[in-house]
């Protein structure tokens, strides 16, 4: 693998409780759309002030994953977002990977991995991130998470 074509990001607003979130698109909708809503592999950061508090990957369209970690209860050990306990206000920015075989998600989710061990690297874990899963890493992959994670507060 020597290239990745990552388009993105798009940012969304999000409001929330424990129990229920809202979105505001750029466009000015109350909905996920683009990227967000396409079924190609996806990256996103959810930041408050500009920090990261949590990265994650997903192939599902950005609201059902989202769904998904609002309604967790903690079965089978899945608690759901830890964050969705914390404020009540978050950007949510997405990152597709539109050159993925096969919707493939392992070059995404090593992308990942790097963007999490920067954020670590240059001082603690994003405060919300409760798993990780590392793999073998190439420049490629190292640059793309860089560039990633040059549009936050670091």
């Not at 597709?96 to 989710?109: F, M, S, T």
């Amino acid at each position: 693998m020597s290239l990745m074509q990552i388009v993105g990001p798009e940012r969304y607003a999000l409001r929330y409780t424990p129990a229920s979130f809202t979105v505001l698109c750029e466009k000015g909708t109350s909905r996920f759309s683009g990227i967000a809503s396409s079924p190609m592999p996806k990256l996103y950061i959810a930041s408050i002030d500009s920090k990261p508090i949590y990265v994650g990957v997903t192939k599902q369209r950005i609201q059902k994953r989202l769904t998904f970690g609002w309604k967790a209860v903690g079965e089978h050990g899945y608690h759901g977002y830890a964050w969705r306990h914390e404020g009540e206000a978050a950007n949510l920015d997405v990152w597709g990977h539109a050159d993925a075989v096969d919707r493939d998600e392992l070059d995404i989710e090593t992308v990942e991995a790097e963007v999490v061990y920067l954020i670590r690297k240059a001082g603690q874990w994003p405060e919300f991130q409760t798993e990780i899963h590392f793999h073998p890493s190439n420049e490629t992959h190292r640059r793309v998470a860089e560039n990633i994670l040059a549009q936050f507060d670091i």
